[in-house]
């Protein structure tokens, strides 16, 4: 196995990454940018070095007779021109986060070989062929920086590139912008993370065609904040705290897990990762806004599931108070107890977690925990370190989809958070009416 093979970058169906779609490509000046150390393109992954990002396939510029007008290309093929303008785009947006930021991509046949097993998950011109003519073309223009390292199981780097200054400086003053598009919108991903394939069904075709429907709904919306902890570049970019938001990416894809029974939840638009605090300064056509979330949702579903009924409408009544533990300790321990499929995973998940917080003696109180969970909600019987979790979630994914239809049936932009939504303030008591209906119908289609 070589490095380039331990690096096979099949993450643009990563959660919680920048690879979302944006709607309305932007024209972006380029300008220096230190990154932000909770940049999901920064995150540490096995084998990366600090400043390496993967290739993404799916991002590309506009126009493209700016971009062959300024840098002078000349592909000898339409394979070979969007290859060249993807890995530009790459060097490129890198640059704009950090300029010291590399783009590390495969030169190994097998990687190729196993994307070419998944074609809707990548654009018909992703092979090693058209990768590395594009990489050898730019590098002879000057356009970028290459560091080629040959496929070895004893390499210390993999092959990288980034953009050069010839490519900076000549680009910086044209108006170009960065589109993303995603060849797919229905994602099924593997136990590893990575993504498989599967034969087209009605369902399918419905869910994709859902999805689609909700992007272009949204697409006809402003959509902004007002919110004094998050500030706004002159490129149009976010900055909460130490988080980078791009406010272009406002489209949704669905992710399941393994199976289509598994998982399903709706992800990619940076609404999603705004911290709760600064989501209350969301704006939809300017109009504030207000964010309602299910109480318990995956604990009400569950006990539908057993026929049982939670007390969620009696007055200062919380499941998830258990004597001796906070709160957020017993919430903590419930969810990864059902998203967990053993006890030991789940036992390291919570003492991890535990000692995160510099809790001491975390083994013994990971212990105490659990047990208190399991004798808490004793009704629910076996259902612990099951990965029911991932069930649940193809439920509460499926109440979304219900919900976000009825409010655009309603002509009510609406942004879903999984188990919440945030939609205008004058729409706040169709939300209520609309959620608590939907909640209600699957319950009892559980029960």
């Known amino acids: 196995m070589s490095a380039d093979d331990v690096a096979r970058p099949f993450y643009p169906l990563e959660e919680g990454s920048w690879a979302g779609s944006w709607n309305e490509p932007s024209s972006c000046q380029l300008t220096l940018l230190p990154a932000p150390v909770s940049d999901p393109w920064h995150r540490p992954r096995r084998g990366l070095l600090a400043n390496e990002v993967p290739l993404r396939s799916e991002l590309s510029l506009s126009p493209a007779s700016v971009i062959e007008e300024a840098l002078g290309l000349s592909p000898k093929s339409q394979k070979q021109h969007r290859a060249a303008v993807c890995l530009l785009a790459n060097a490129l947006y890198g640059y704009a986060r950090s300029p010291n930021t590399f783009i590390f991509y495969s030169r190994d046949r097998n990687h190729y070989a196993e994307a070419s097993k998944r074609p809707r998950y990548f654009p018909r011109w992703y092979s090693r062929r058209q990768v590395v003519a594009a990489i050898e073309a730019l590098e002879h223009a000057g356009l970028i920086d290459h560091r080629h390292t ?17 490519l ?31 034969r087209e069904t009605d369902r399918t075709f419905k869910s994709r065609r859902d999805v689609e429907t909700h992007n272009e709904f949204l697409s006809s919306f402003d959509i902004g904040i007002g919110h004094p ?21 406002r489209s949704y894809r669905r992710i399941f897990n393994e199976k289509f029974c598994f998982g399903g939840r ?21 109009e504030h806004t207000v964010e309602l979330d299910y109480r318990a949702c995956h604990l009400r579903l569950l006990y539908a599931l057993r026929g049982l009924t939670l007390p969620f ?6 499941p ?14 419930f969810n990864i107890m059902l998203n967990a499929k053993t006890k030991r995973k789940a036992f390291g998940a919570i003492k991890k977690s ?21 004798e808490h909600f004793r009704d629910l019987g076996q259902v612990w370190c099951t990965g029911i979790g991932l069930k649940l979630q193809n439920i509460d994914a499926k109440i979304c ?27 706040t008591d169709l939300l209520r009416d609309v959620m608590e209906q939907e909640m209600e119908r699957a319950c009892k289609g559980l029960s």
């Not at 902890?229 to 990416?249: N, Q, Y």
């Not at 638009?269 to 605090?277: A, E, S, V």
């Open 266 to 286: 709706w992800y990619g638009p940076w609404w999603q990762n705004l911290p709760k605090k600064a989501r209350s300064g969301l704006l939809i056509n300017g």
């Open 229 to 249: 902890d998050v500030i706004e570049d002159d490129r149009g970019f976010l900055r909460v705290g130490k988080c980078w938001l791009d406010p272009r990416r």
């Open 168 to 198: 900076v400086s000549t680009i910086e003053c044209a108006s170009i912008a960065f589109v993303f598009k995603p060849s797919e919108t229905i994602i099924l991903r593997g136990a590893v993370g990575l993504p498989l394939n599967y």
């Open 401 to 427: 989809s219900c919900v976000q239809r009825r409010l655009r049936k309603a002509d009510a932009p609406n942004l879903s958070i999984h188990d919440s939504f945030v939609v205008p303030t004058s729409k």
């Open 150 to 166: 040959e496929p070895s199981p004893n390499a210390e780097y993999r092959s990288r590139f980034s953009a050069s200054e010839q």
């Open 313 to 318: 409408d009696i007055a200062n009544t919380d």
């Open 354 to 374: 535990l000692k995160e917080e510099a809790f001491p003696e975390p083994d013994e109180h990971t212990k105490k925990l659990m047990k208190a969970v399991a």
């Open 320 to 333: 998830y108070e258990v004597p001796g533990f906070t709160r957020q300790e017993i919430k903590l321990a």
